[in-house]
């Protein structure tokens, strides 16, 4: 599906818009949904990565890391679960130090990347940090700093990436990496859900806006010829 395709299904059937699965975060389609949502995207600095995933967690079984799974688990790659990543050199990349674990225990939980992003790029306190230094360290690397620079407070990094309801949920008091994985990927859906819609209501305001530019175009040029 490419991106006009897109936003017709958006404008005609938005549930099934907000559903609907791209073949992957770095897809066509991906990169021109970045384009148009998120002000600060380039694609030589920027890559398509997923906010929350399954994989990972999927791993632990009440409270403790197996390191295996009898099921398969594929990652959910519709618009609420996609954002662009910085690039970096892989060793303080943003992405891949999400992944992985120390202590026999996985660490790609979302609240554990936003606390850090929270904590370590804008000085906010957070009480309920799960420490993890390979992204601790990743945040301080100079090149990511400047990044979270760029966006004024961490309130606007959460806007401008459409992930503040992502956090109000976690400040609230639940943790993801304290979840049961079905509880985990039920609550996660909908938290993907709500942020596919603010996503979609965007696109829609895009699209009216330029619809009503090419109107007032079309009426200032149909006065200017009966001139």
């Not at 936003?7 to 389609?29: G, H, R, V």
């Not at 791993?59 to 099921?71: E, M, T």
């Not at 910085?86 to 990349?93: G, I, Y």
């Amino acid at each position: 599906m490419n991106i006009d395709k897109y936003i017709e299904l958006a404008l005609e059937k938005t549930e099934e818009a907000i559903e609907y699965e791209l073949n992957s975060d770095n897809s066509p389609l991906a990169k021109e949904l970045y384009r148009r949502l998120f002000p600060f995207y380039n694609e030589n600095e920027f890559s398509g990565d997923v906010a929350i995933t399954w994989k990972s967690p999927s791993l632990v079984k009440d409270g403790h890391y197996i390191g295996r799974r009898d099921f398969t688990v594929v990652n959910n790659k519709s618009i609420g679960n996609l954002f662009p990543n910085r690039k970096t050199n892989r060793e303080f990349s943003l992405n891949t130090n999400r992944n992985g674990y120390i202590g026999r225990f996985p660490h790609d939980h979302f609240d554990i990347f936003l606390s850090h992003v929270a904590k370590y790029a804008y000085s906010e306190e957070v009480s309920f940090i799960k420490e993890y230094y390979p992204l601790k360290r990743a945040i301080l690397y100079k090149d990511n700093q400047e990044f979270f620079k760029s966006f004024k407070t961490y309130d606007d990094y959460l806007e401008q990436n459409y992930f503040t309801e992502i956090w109000n949920y976690i400040c609230s008091g639940k943790c993801f990496f304290d979840m049961d994985f079905e509880e985990f990927k039920k609550e996660s859906l909908k938290l993907i859900k709500c942020r596919g819609k603010k996503m979609i209501k965007k696109l829609k305001q895009q699209v009216s806006w330029f619809a009503d530019r090419a109107w007032a175009v079309f009426i200032w040029g149909a006065k200017l010829s009966n001139w």
